[in-house]
């Protein structure tokens, strides 16, 4: 543990409690992908496949538990909260999602560190996580005006991602043979999936204007 992990843990938990401050207090979903959330849910249960079999450490624990049960309770939320559905917004939600699953699981199965369930499903949702924000992406491109909320909540996503490889920086050049390179390159490709995202996102901020993407 090191401040700049530390940092990308808080920064993710941050980015969850604004969705589900939006969802909860607002009781709405608009511009939020059900997609996304979907696959997210996916990386989650695939990366912590050892949750009751591999103690770590209680934060460890718990922050798996955090991220399983906010993950789900998102979708639930979107699929059966009788006002929150109405908002969503289906039609701009399009993305094949689980399109992305194949070939993030055929690359898990090829490319790995060691060939086991629990390993080759952990490389798994480290590939589907590199893409797994695309469908929020694309939506948010689509209805291009953005609430401030969701704005946010994207926003703190690729933060905790950025700090993630400034994480995994220091690392490197204090831990003798610390070398990743299937999660260095996934997540490096997930952070700049948000380059375009993040450009936008600051010009609305030094303008005070509000958060428009190109369509």
Avoid at 51 to 74: E, G, Q, V, W
Wanted: proline share 2%; with cysteine; aromatic share 18%.
């Amino acid at each position: 543990m090191n401040i700049f992990r530390l940092a990308a843990d808080m920064t993710h938990l941050a980015s969850i409690l604004v969705l589900l401050l939006k969802i909860h207090t607002i009781k709405s979903c608009a511009g939020i992908s059900l997609k996304t959330q979907e696959l997210y849910s996916i990386v989650f249960v695939a990366r912590y496949l050892d949750l009751f079999t591999n103690y770590i450490s209680l934060y460890n624990t718990l922050m798996k538990i955090i991220f399983l049960a906010s993950s789900f309770s998102i979708i639930w939320y979107i699929r059966r909260h009788k006002i929150v559905r109405r908002s969503y917004d289906k039609e701009q939600d399009t993305f094949h999602h689980f399109l992305l699953m194949i070939p993030c699981f055929l690359l898990a199965l090829f490319i790995h560190e060691k060939f086991n369930f629990k390993e080759v499903m952990w490389t798994f949702s480290l590939y589907l996580e590199a893409v797994a924000i695309l469908p929020q992406l694309v939506m948010l491109q689509r209805t291009r005006n953005i609430d401030n909320l969701t704005g946010q909540y994207v926003f703190l996503l690729g933060g905790y991602r950025a700090l993630y490889v400034l994480n995994w920086i220091y690392r490197y050049f204090t831990e003798p043979h610390y070398v990743h390179w299937i999660v260095w390159i996934s997540g490096l490709v997930q952070t700049l999936l948000y380059a375009d995202f993040f450009y936008y996102y600051f010009q609305s901020w030094k303008n005070n204007s509000k958060l428009e993407l190109p369509a």
